[in-house]
């Protein structure tokens, strides 16, 4: 690929550009070099060791092909009539036979009688295998060199994107045919292991090329953590734990043996609560601790045996990450409303495969894995389709706050100054998951006059500036977006709860397109396919979908 450097930019050209550094962005990579093309990826972190998969194991949703009528029943249930059978059914096929080409590329996953079982991966030596596995294909990685804006042709066609370097303190500019977005959710800076990442960029890129985003009402996902050391969010271990208050007293917290999931945020709210996982078996300690393992490291650093000693616990925001909410898709391609504008993982809207349901744990992994391979294919294609010119369009930068100022003159705002308004409305129980109009609405004033401020002139005396001027302005947008989609679904679906509207509505069997920057709107797709007869479903086996 030519490359040519300047005093203070890298410039490169590719046919596709991967923004992420996560599964999605990885899988999208490497469909996108199948196909022939030169591909250029670029990664926030260090592409195999940050983001939220790096961080720990997970679950993968891949059914071995007798199971998969069962499996699909239980996510389109899951998903309350929100769900799309045909995208249930693609995603779980397209991840059942990609899994043994991870075996191919060096991956070892257990063995039962002989045969690989395939339905979880170890995250840092999964994203190592994918990463080694891309330099093999030749494809070229740009590490610690975050995107801040998407570049558009004069047809209005995605032509590249502009970010930092970091390491070398320098701006980038890559010209490219097509641009996968797959660099995430939002997690809004919670320190939710692995998710500081993902702070919503990809959402405020799409949305200022002229995209949509959808479901961002379904993005206040919390997860389970100790309280001391408020940062690994994995829930498993914590279906074996008696909760008690602070005196002790048993607060109960399951119904039919099974953890209620509306317990702990209510109890939160009243007093704190702690938690022992005393309800495990010996059986059931081995397994967990082998496959959750990262969830014991903090006990065993504090010295703390959470068998029989109790421990404080909180939630943590995970937002998008595991919720569902981003930008929406238009084909099968994982294409956006803008030409040449692809996006998967938790960077797109989750809905078809979860409705309003969280996507995390295996639906996640498995999402990852199909759709940064469509992606990746339908940007090659469409790259292709431009001709041996491509590199050669006019482009305008796309990006606005956070980069450029809308004021000139104004004040240069604080990035962290912004960033803790948001969190000061996002991070709340009684903000974000317990929701009705009067909090939303007072929210959704507060956050106004971030992006307000966000519209000022931005500190960007270093490449590190930039990048936190902009990571606060997408912050702001997401945070509004989210607010804005859960005041006008007037229902309690999926992971969204209003207090104020209580029930599930059967009539409002619709996703949330939402966009806007200045103004924003949101309007209903109806689904057309629901289906009057969904198929029968199996309760015996929901744990398979719900596992995280």
């Given at each position: 690929?030519?490359?040519?450097?300047?005093?203070?930019?890298?410039?490169l050209?590719?046919?596709?550009?991967?923004i992420?550094?996560g599964?999605?962005a990885?899988?999208?990579?490497?469909?996108?070099?199948?196909?022939?093309?030169?591909?250029?990826?670029?990664?926030?972190?260090?592409?195999?060791?940050?983001?939220a998969?790096?961080?720990?194991?997970?679950?993968?949703?891949?059914?071995?092909?007798?199971n998969?009528?069962?499996?699909?029943?239980?996510?389109?249930?899951?998903?309350?009539?929100?769900?799309?059978?045909?995208?249930?059914?693609?995603?779980?096929?397209?991840?059942?036979?990609?899994?043994?080409?991870?075996?191919?590329?060096?991956?070892?996953?257990?063995?039962?009688?002989?045969e690989?079982?395939?339905?979880?991966?170890?995250?840092p030596?999964?994203?190592?295998?994918?990463?080694?596995?891309?330099?093999?294909?030749?494809?070229?990685?740009?590490?610690?060199?975050?995107?801040?804006?998407?570049?558009?042709?004069?047809?209005?066609?995605v032509?590249?994107?502009?970010?930092?370097?970091?390491?070398n303190?320098?701006?980038?500019?890559?010209?490219?045919?097509?641009?996968?977005?797959?660099?995430?959710?939002?997690?809004?800076?919670?320190?939710?292991?692995?998710?500081?990442?993902?702070?919503g960029?990809?959402?405020?890129?799409?949305?200022?090329?002229?995209?949509?985003?959808?479901?961002?009402?379904?993005?206040?996902?919390?997860?389970?953590?100790?309280?001391?050391?408020?940062?690994?969010?994995?829930?498993?271990?914590?279906?074996?734990?008696?909760?008690?208050?602070?005196?002790?007293?048993?607060l109960?917290?399951y119904?039919?043996?099974?953890?209620?999931?509306?317990?702990?945020?209510?109890?939160?709210?009243k007093?704190?609560?702690?938690?022992?996982?005393?309800?495990?078996?010996?059986?059931v300690?081995?397994?967990?601790?082998k496959?959750?393992?990262?969830?014991?490291?903090?006990?065993?650093?504090?010295?703390?045996?959470?068998?029989?000693?109790?421990?404080?616990?909180?939630?943590v925001?995970?937002?998008?990450v595991?919720?569902?909410?981003?930008?929406?898709?238009?084909?099968?391609?994982?294409?956006?409303?803008?030409?040449?504008l692809y996006?998967?993982?938790?960077?797109?809207?989750?809905?078809f495969?979860?409705g309003?349901?969280?996507?995390?744990?295996?639906?996640?992994?498995?999402?990852?894995?199909s759709?940064?391979?469509?992606?990746?294919?339908?940007?090659?294609a469409?790259?292709?389709?431009?001709?041996?010119?491509?590199?050669?369009?006019?482009?305008?930068?796309?990006?606005?706050?956070?980069?450029?100022?809308?004021?000139?003159?104004?004040?240069?705002?604080?990035?962290?100054?912004?960033?803790?308004g948001?969190?000061?409305?996002?991070?709340?129980?009684?903000k974000?998951?317990?929701?009705?109009?009067?909090?939303?609405?007072?929210?959704?004033?507060?956050?106004?006059?971030?992006?307000l401020?966000?519209?000022?002139?931005?500190k960007?005396?270093?490449?590190?500036?930039?990048?936190?001027?902009?990571?606060?302005?997408?912050?702001?947008?997401?945070?509004?977006w989210?607010?804005?989609?859960?005041?006008?679904?007037t229902?309690?679906?999926g992971?969204?709860?209003?207090?104020d509207?209580?029930?599930?509505?059967?009539?409002?069997?619709?996703?949330?397109?939402?966009?806007?920057?200045?103004?924003?709107?949101?309007?209903?797709?109806?689904?057309?396919?629901?289906?009057?007869?969904?198929?029968?479903?199996?309760?015996q086996?929901?744990?398979s979908?719900?596992k995280?």
């Open positions: 690929m030519p490359i040519v450097y300047s005093d203070t930019e890298l410039q050209t590719a046919d596709v550009l991967v992420g550094g599964p999605a990885a899988w999208a990579a490497w469909a996108a070099a199948s196909q022939g093309v030169k591909v250029i990826i670029v990664d926030k972190g260090f592409l195999g060791t940050s983001g998969a790096a961080a720990s194991g997970n679950g993968i949703m891949a059914p071995s092909p007798e998969w009528e069962k499996v699909v029943s239980e996510c389109y249930h899951v998903g309350n009539n929100l769900a799309n059978l045909h995208w249930i059914e693609r995603v779980i096929e397209k991840t059942w036979l990609s899994l043994p080409l991870v075996e191919d590329w060096g991956y070892r996953f257990p063995k039962e009688n002989g690989s079982v395939r339905q979880s991966y170890y995250g030596e999964y994203m190592r295998i994918l990463r080694k596995n891309l330099l093999r294909v030749g494809v070229q990685i740009l590490d610690q060199s975050p995107a801040l804006e998407l570049l558009l042709a004069e047809d209005s066609s032509a590249g994107a502009r970010g930092v370097q970091r390491q303190h320098r701006t980038y500019t890559v010209r490219a045919g097509a641009v996968v977005l797959a660099n995430g959710g939002c997690a809004f800076l919670s320190k939710a292991l692995g998710c500081n990442t993902n702070t960029d990809g959402l405020l890129m799409a949305v200022e090329a002229g995209g949509e985003l959808s479901s961002m009402e379904a993005s206040n996902y919390y997860g389970i953590s100790s309280a001391f050391n408020a940062t690994v969010t994995r829930a498993v271990p914590f279906g074996w734990a008696s909760y008690t208050d602070e005196a002790g007293n048993d109960g917290g119904i039919n043996g099974r953890r209620d999931p509306s317990f702990l945020p209510n109890a939160l709210l007093a704190p609560v702690y938690a022992r996982f005393d309800r495990a078996t010996p059986e300690k081995a397994v967990i601790e496959s959750h393992f990262i969830s014991f490291l903090p006990y065993k650093k504090a010295g703390i045996d959470p068998y029989t000693e109790r421990v404080p616990v909180t939630l925001l995970e937002g998008t595991r919720g569902t909410g981003g930008i929406r898709l238009v084909n099968d391609s994982c294409g956006t409303k803008v030409p040449g996006a998967a993982g938790d960077a797109a809207s989750r809905e495969l979860d309003l349901a969280s996507g995390g744990g295996g639906p996640n992994a498995t999402w990852a894995i759709t940064g391979q469509w992606a990746g294919e339908g940007a090659a469409f790259a292709k389709s431009l001709g041996a010119h491509a590199h050669e369009r006019v482009v305008r930068p796309a990006g606005q706050a956070g980069l450029r100022s809308q004021y000139p003159g104004s004040e240069t705002f604080d990035s962290e100054t912004v960033v803790r948001v969190q000061a409305e996002m991070f709340p129980l009684e974000n998951y317990f929701r009705c109009e009067q909090r939303l609405l007072d929210s959704l004033a507060k956050l106004e006059m971030l992006w401020q966000v519209q000022g002139n931005p960007q005396d270093t490449v590190r500036d930039m990048e936190f001027s902009r990571r606060a302005a997408a912050l702001v947008a997401v945070a509004r989210a607010y804005f989609s859960a005041l006008h679904r229902e309690t679906r992971e969204h709860i209003r207090i509207y209580p029930e599930t509505d059967p009539s409002q069997i619709y996703y949330q397109a939402t966009g806007g920057l200045e103004r924003l709107w949101v309007r209903r797709d109806w689904v057309k396919d629901a289906i009057a007869t969904p198929p029968v479903l199996n309760t086996t929901t744990a979908v719900l995280l």
